[in-house]
């Protein structure tokens, strides 16, 4: 079992920035692939960016790619999403899951555990 939790969200101005932060603990692996997903009110789950336990291996979703950027502190055993020049359709709860299969995916359904989400609003 694998715990998560997330941390940093709240409000930016649209091009500004946010960083979130998702604590892991609990059995891990070398294995695992943590992702980050991101929910809209009155929308689908969706895939933002994932990153090999190493941290050796990123991808990004297209709308994301160029201004987010996930990376691993190992030594603290968290993941980090830095979202820069924000904007108002990046608005939406923010999940960190991770997959213990190591399918890299982008369908949720393919991550295992979840962590609570946190919101994040960017105002124009």
């Known amino acids: 079992q694998v715990q998560l939790a997330e941390s940093g969200g709240g409000l930016a101005q649209a091009g500004g920035s946010l960083r979130l932060s998702c604590a892991t603990s609990?059995?891990?692996?070398?294995?695992?692939?943590l992702g980050w997903f991101r929910q809209a009110p009155g929308k689908g789950r969706g895939f933002v960016a994932r990153?090999?336990?190493?941290?050796?291996?990123?991808y990004y979703a297209n709308s994301v790619k160029g201004r987010f950027t996930i990376s691993r502190d190992n030594a603290k055993n968290t993941v980090l999403l830095q979202m820069n020049s924000l904007k108002p359709e990046d608005t939406a709860v923010y999940y960190c899951?991770?997959?213990?299969?190591?399918?890299?995916?982008?369908?949720?359904?393919?991550?295992?555990?979840w962590g609570q989400g946190t919101q994040v609003t960017v105002s124009s």
């Open positions: 899951a991770v997959d213990r299969w190591g399918v890299q995916s982008i369908v949720p359904s393919a991550y295992d555990y």
């Open positions: 609990g059995r891990t692996s070398s294995n695992y692939v």
């Open positions: 990153i090999s336990w190493s941290g050796q291996s990123t």
